[in-house]
């Protein structure tokens, strides 16, 4: 994902864990965030909540594998740009960044 943020002009930072993005202390430069719905360490969307809540809000944009339309209703109701089901195309990805990116 990174190659291909790159690719198309976007600097990505990855975090391995939510714990990592939580205790991330520079959102300035950030105008989304791209979150896994079923992280090694926690929920995307319960991560995005607790984000939230401590002054973090970004656009979101959700990826996964395990769709359901329980985890579909939730991602929205928290306030996602975009829900993605894995796989998903390169273009599916880029235009809701793109979006986010000239909202920034």
Known sequence: MRRLL????????????????????NFDAAFCLVLDINLSDG??????????ESGVNVPVIYITGNDSDATRMAAMASGCIAYLTKPFTAQSL??????AAALA
Do not use: M, W, Y
Request: proline letters at 6%; a negative charge; glycine letters at 8%.
């Open 43 to 52: 929920s995307g969307i319960e991560l995005r909540h607790q984000l939230a």
């Open 94 to 99: 880029i235009e809701p960044i793109e979006r």
């Open 6 to 25: 790159g690719r198309h002009g976007f600097e990505a930072v990855p975090f391995e864990t939510a714990s990592a993005l939580k205790n991330h202390d």
